[in-house]
């Protein structure tokens, strides 16, 4: 738990340097008559985002606060492998996005996750892969006009267009 | 006289068959979202949002309030049936709702839960109407100073009230408005924290991105972690012959209710409170003014009653001043905030001025909000007994794919989608190391209102920062921010002190 505190913390100051060294594209201090310029916001808020996670950083290694975070550890080994994996499956899903469409990733995705993950039947698991697919076509593309990403199945496509469009 | 002649306008609105019908689909959902242990109306509002496109403005709000409604209700079904609290409102709802289901009396704890709920909602919704006009009219007077202060002041509430660790609420609360800062500049039209030219960030992060991804993927990550063993369901029988025994229990519960409605209303209101230390503090009242307090925590239906009650006053307080003022009472109001720009309406005074229609039909909208809710609830039990024996990985995959999807919706372009699988996994981080989500959240719609406020008072008057205490109200406002900002250090100092007393004894 400690170990977790002080890596986020870190990792949040390493974020706001980021934000702070971007943030001095435009004027940072104040501009006479006019108040802050246009970088001051994000620069001074990401300063104060710097302080309050070091705080939290030097406020890790002191006495008291050891002894009430020592106590439980911020992963087990089943959860990390339970939540990384479907945190890598559905990244590995939006990747593959771009290129395979949202009507392959999607279904793919839901198969690995009921299937593989959750270990259901397969009346389940194909009724859900089948029907999920159809039901965000008419609703996305018929209904609201919003084209889903089709990469390379938008050829697929041409002929259910011919007929809703 | 004048707002009953609004309201009775509102009702022509709200009482259109297509809204009635979208209260019907908003509270059914509602109530399911609110069931399932883990989501509750933030999660529910959060991945709807983005397919409120299909109908008009004032239905998408009616649609939205109806499933912030219907999951304040269904918080409490799996807090009995299960014992696990179907959202963090809920918790209360445990003590005594728990005992009660395993003595039997389950069906008798969710018609006391449904009753309180329905009273809770309908003495906040009388409130909230009675206060609304006047708070809008003082709203009227607010200049951009005023309105800096305000927002200031919604914040250092988070640091004074929000009983999270201190500086870990400032960390939310600086990377939520540093976050809101990315785009174009509001007042030169610069580009800024673009991250190395990114295209993507030009048009600035949407609320809607940050929210979906913490709390959709963030939320089932963490469901994926909380639900390893699947819990037992307790059965729930209902009949008439229990309505009719739970109401006349009920009826001599009313000292709980009324106190439970009255306090859930004006601790809603504040941004830091919200409905969960409302049903907190409801339940804690009732527990000690109580003549038997010791049968509480093991199935009082009292118990039960008070936090319903107060965390449905809650939800219906803290819509108060996002519409009237356009601050946020709670994340979930913050996202129907969002949803209200992106449908072009500005929440605030000058709403009440240029769409009656729209307010009024809103507020009205409450009320049948709540009739149908109760009268949903109790007709679904059985339904609801059914859906918490699904397994959770269907519900999960379900939500996954619609946060994808609803992310990529809005804007077409695939960078929010990896923006929201981004903030997935880092809100599940930030949650697990405990920092506050909800002041991320907030902070992020409501920067880009802090900022403008702020430089556009300064550009006013010439640069004057003293111009922010000169007016009276914006310096009230920031006396009363600074007394919330300094409390955790008041606090600090007091404990410390009676530490260093201590040994000298």
């Known amino acids: 738990m400690l170990t977790a505190d002080r890596t986020i913390a870190a990792s949040i100051m390493a974020l706001s340097i980021y934000f702070m060294w971007h943030a001095t594209v435009l004027p940072i201090g104040w501009v006479e008559g006019e108040g802050p310029g246009g970088g001051a916001f994000p620069f001074w808020l990401s300063a104060i985002m710097l302080l309050a996670a070091g705080g939290i950083f030097i406020r890790s290694f002191q006495a008291d606060h050891q002894m009430t975070s020592e106590d439980g550890r911020f992963f087990d080994r089943t959860t990390i492998t339970s939540v990384a994996s479907v945190a890598g499956a559905l990244i590995a899903c939006i990747v593959a996005m771009p290129y395979l469409g949202a009507y392959i990733a999607l279904p793919l995705f839901m198969f690995w996750y009921l299937k593989m993950f959750g270990g259901h039947g397969w009346v389940l698991t194909l009724s859900l892969c089948l029907t999920t697919p159809v039901f965000l076509f008419f609703f996305f593309e018929v209904t609201l006009k919003i084209l889903l990403p089709k990469g390379w199945t938008e050829p697929w496509f041409f002929p259910l267009y011919a007929a809703f469009f | 006289m004048e707002t009953l002649a609004l309201l009775a306008d509102g009702f022509a609105t709200s009482l259109s068959w297509f809204n009635i019908f979208i209260v019907v689909i908003g509270v059914t959902a509602g109530l399911f979202i609110g069931a399932m242990p883990g989501l509750g109306s933030v999660n529910g509002v959060a991945i709807v949002l983005p397919l409120t496109f299909i109908v008009p403005p004032s239905s998408a709000i009616i649609l939205l309030a109806a499933i912030y409604y219907g999951a304040m209700y269904g918080g409490a079904v799996s807090s009995i049936l299960l014992g696990i609290p179907g959202a963090s409102t809920a918790v209360a709802t445990t003590f005594d709702g728990r005992p009660m289901a395993q003595q039997g009396k389950a069906g008798l704890a969710l018609i006391a839960a449904a009753t309180a709920s329905f009273i809770g909602g309908t003495i906040a919704v009388i409130l909230f109407t009675l206060f609304a006009a006047p708070l809008a009219d003082l709203a009227l007077k607010f200049g951009p100073a005023e309105e800096f202060a305000l927002v200031l002041l919604a914040f250092t509430t988070f640091v004074g009230l929000g009983g999270d660790d201190v500086l870990k609420t400032i960390v939310m609360i600086a990377l939520g408005l540093a976050l809101s800062t990315v785009g174009l500049d509001l007042i030169s039209g610069q580009p800024r924290l673009i991250f190395g030219d990114m295209p993507g960030f030009y048009s600035g992060i949407s609320f809607l991105v940050l929210a979906i991804g913490v709390y959709g993927i963030g939320e089932v990550l963490h469901t994926i972690e909380t639900s390893k063993s699947n819990p037992s369901v307790t059965p729930a029988r209902l009949s008439f012959r229990e309505l009719g025994a739970s109401l006349k229990l009920i009826n001599k519960m009313w000292k709980s209710m009324s ?26 009242m009732a527990r000690s003014t109580s003549k038997d307090p010791d049968s509480f925590g093991k199935g009082n239906m009292e118990g039960v009653v008070a936090p319903e009650t107060a965390n449905n006053a809650a939800s219906t307080g803290s819509l108060l001043p996002m519409l009237t003022l356009g601050i946020p009472g ?18 605030g005074p000058m709403l009440f001025i240029e769409q009656p229609d729209f307010v009024w039909g809103l507020i009205s909208s409450l009320y049948t909000a709540n009739v149908a809710a109760v009268l949903i609830n109790l ?70 209102l802090m900022e ?29 921010a600074l ?23």
């Open chain 2, 483 to 505: 007394v919330f900002f300094l409390l955790p250090l008041f606090k600090y100092l007091r404990t410390s002190r009676r530490r260093g007393m201590t040994p000298a004894e």
């Open chain 2, 330 to 347: 709670s994340p979930t109001t913050a996202l129907l905030l969002g949803g209200m720009v992106m449908w072009g309406l500005v929440p």
């Open chain 2, 452 to 480: 403008k406020s702020f430089r556009q008072t300064l550009i006013g008057e010439q640069g004057n920062i003293l111009a922010f205490v000169e007016r009276p109200l914006s310096a009230t406002f920031i006396g009363l």
């Open chain 2, 259 to 284: 106190l439970g409605s009255f306090l859930g209303f004006f601790v809603g209101m504040l941004p830091a409170a919200g409905a969960t230390p409302a049903a907190l503090m409801a339940y804690g």
């Open chain 2, 379 to 448: 007709a679904l039990i059985p339904l609801f007994v059914y859906a918490l024996r699904m397994p959770f990985t269907v519900l999960c995959s379900v939500v996954l794919v619609l946060c994808i999807v609803g992310g990529f919706a809005p804007s077409q372009k695939m960078h929010d989608v990896y923006l929201i699988a981004g903030f997935g996994v880092a809100g599940y981080l930030l949650r697990k190391a405990d920092y506050p989500l909800a002041p991320l959240v907030l902070a992020l719609v409501l920067g880009p």
